[in-house]
Nanobody, 121 residues
Framework: VQLQASGGGLVQAGGSLRLSCAASGRTFSIDRMGWFRQAPGKEREFVAAIRWSGGSTYLADSVKGRFTISRDNAKNTVYLQMNSLKPEDTAVYYC???????????????WGQGTLVTVSS
């Protein structure tokens, strides 16, 4: 599976961005798609994930109420709509493909290249 993330950029605090991640290859093996982020000097952290079948979602507490994850199965694409952005959301955002697992935060075996989101204050 190949994952191509896009949509990052520079935005002012309070603004919005939508990230996209297009999957190609063995897409039938997708159970979940997730978004993670890594800020400078910090460890990578989980942001959100969605079940490919059924569409149930799980979001980190830090982004609940501000971020929404969705998917378009026909396009093999997952989206992360980010609203009310804060400077602390600044990070490189990575999409990832998950294999079947009950653990929303783990079990990701393919990763995209990352897209940089910078939120200015």
């Amino acid at each position: 599976v190949q994952l191509q993330a896009s949509g990052g950029g520079l935005v002012q605090a309070g603004g919005s961005l939508r990230l996209s991640c297009a999957a190609s290859g063995r897409t039938f093996s997708i159970d979940r798609m997730g978004w993670f982020r890594q800020a400078p000097g910090k460890e990578r952290e989980f942001v959100a994930a969605i079940r490919w079948s059924g569409g149930s979602t799980y979001l980190a507490d830090s982004v609940k109420g501000r971020f929404t994850i969705s998917r378009d199965n026909a396009k093999n694409t997952v989206y992360l709509q980010m609203n009310s952005l804060k400077p602390e959301d600044t990070a490189v955002y990575y999409c990832a493909k998950g294999y079947p697992s009950s653990n929303w935060l783990g079990g990701y075996d393919y990763w995209g290249q990352g897209t940089l989101v910078t939120v200015s204050s």
